[in-house]
């Protein structure tokens, strides 16, 4: 069984940072991409970023040159830089994994979700 638990959200002012983390636990072969998404009420879950396993990456128009995704494959987790945080922002933000819990079986796992707040 894998697990993806992400923490870091929070409330911030807009024009502040934050930086969410996501770690994946349990029986895992190999990490294939990771990313981020997040939902605002009343709106659809969209992509935020993602990274593959070789470290390539991309953003969501509204993430270029504001958010940062990293990674840590020893500890296979992901990480979200945000910066010049807008209230735009506000959602509950959830890490995603593609998986080989096997050589052969792939697996896409989802966290909790982590609700980031940006406001006065």
């Known amino acids: 069984q894998v697990q993806l638990v992400e923490s870091g959200g929070g409330l911030v002012q807009p024009g502040g940072s934050l930086r969410l983390s996501c770690v994946a636990s349990g029986t895992i072969y190999a990490t294939n991409i990771m990313g981020w998404y997040r939902q605002a009420p009343g709106k659809q879950r969209e992509l935020v970023a993602w990274?593959?396993?070789?470290?390539?990456?991309n953003y969501a128009d509204s993430a270029k040159g504001r958010f940062t995704i990293s990674r840590d494959y020893a500890k296979n987790a992901v990480y979200l830089q945000m910066n010049s945080l807008k209230p735009e922002d506000t959602a509950v933000y959830y890490c995603?994994?593609?998986?080989?819990?096997?050589?052969?079986?792939?697996?896409?796992?989802w966290g909790q979700g982590t609700q980031v707040t940006v406001s006065l």
């Open positions: 995603n994994a593609d998986l080989l819990i096997t050589m052969s079986a792939r697996l896409e796992s």
């Open positions: 990274i593959t396993g070789g470290g390539g990456t």
